[in-house]
């Protein structure tokens, strides 16, 4: 499974912000999904996590109520919706496809996009 994020760039506390993940290969519903991001520095963290069938759904405390993970199976993409974005959303967000299960744990996560670039002024 090949991942491609797209969506970030420069915006101003309190705007909203829609990343996409587009996977290229099959089966795609079979794979449980995830947003992580990391700050030059610090380690990887967990944002979001969404099952195969995007029933179940997975958020990291600090951005309960602002993001939403969203799937569409049909066209194999992964979406994160930020609200309310704060300063200390900037950072590199990656995609991320496995099939251990819905977690917040990076090691679960097999395949892993090339990140996009959110930065939020404050």
């Known amino acids: 499974v090949q991942l491609q994020a797209s969506g970030g760039g420069l915006v101003q506390a309190g705007d909203s912000l829609r990343l996409s993940c587009v996977a290229y290969?099959?089966?795609?519903?079979?794979?449980?999904m995830g947003w992580f991001r990391q700050v030059p520095g610090k380690e990887r963290e967990f944002v979001a996590a969404i099952s195969g069938s995007g029933g179940d759904t997975y958020y990291e405390d600090s951005v309960k109520g602002r993001f939403t993970i969203s799937r569409d199976n049909a066209k194999n993409t992964v979406a994160l919706q930020m609200n309310s974005l704060k300063s200390e959303d900037t950072a590199v967000y990656y995609c991320a496809a496995g099939r251990r299960g819905i977690s917040g744990d990076s090691g679960y996560y097999e395949y892993w996009g090339q990140g996009t670039l959110v930065t939020v002024s404050s």
């Open positions: 290969g099959r089966t795609f519903s079979r794979y449980f």
